[in-house]
């Protein structure tokens, strides 16, 4: 007695069609994806700087590095942790480096005014100049 047997067709992937999907996929991620710049500090250091609505803001190209204190009393010299007693010399050895570059005071609104003043104390000794003459940012020579 003799069976018959089907013969079965070898499967067929459709590699052209696949070929489409990845390729939109491909377009998909390169359009919606967001790249991070090297160095920025506003997305490292969460500070809620506070606003004024009756002073316009100074509008300059000079880039400043960041003198950043946080709501905690915690200080940041150019991104990176200082204490309140390092921060002179760090500034001394900082300007050395960086002679033309000029800084910038980024204070939370919540950060206590003690902290401020330990901040302005630490520019004074370490030989730096405060220029309170652009309303909406402290701005350091």
Request: no cysteine; aromatic share 6%; hydrophobic share 50%.
């Amino acid at each position: 007695m003799s069976f018959y047997i089907k013969k079965r067709r070898t499967p067929i992937i459709p590699v052209v069609s696949l070929i489409d999907i990845l390729t939109i996929l491909l377009l998909f991620f390169i359009v919606t994806t967001t790249f991070k710049k090297k160095k920025d500090l506003n997305a490292l250091l969460k500070v809620s700087l506070p606003s004024a609505t009756a002073l316009k803001p100074a509008l300059e190209s000079t880039p400043r590095v960041p003198i950043t204190v946080k709501a905690d009393s915690t200080l940041f010299l150019d991104g990176q942790p200082v204490t309140a007693d390092t921060l002179a010399p760090a500034l001394k050895a900082w300007r050395e480096l960086h002679p033309t570059a000029r800084l910038e005071l980024k204070a939370d609104e919540a950060a206590p005014l003690g902290t401020l003043v330990k901040v302005w104390d630490a520019l004074a000794a370490a030989g730096l100049k405060v220029n309170t003459d652009v309303p909406t940012k402290i701005l350091l020579k």
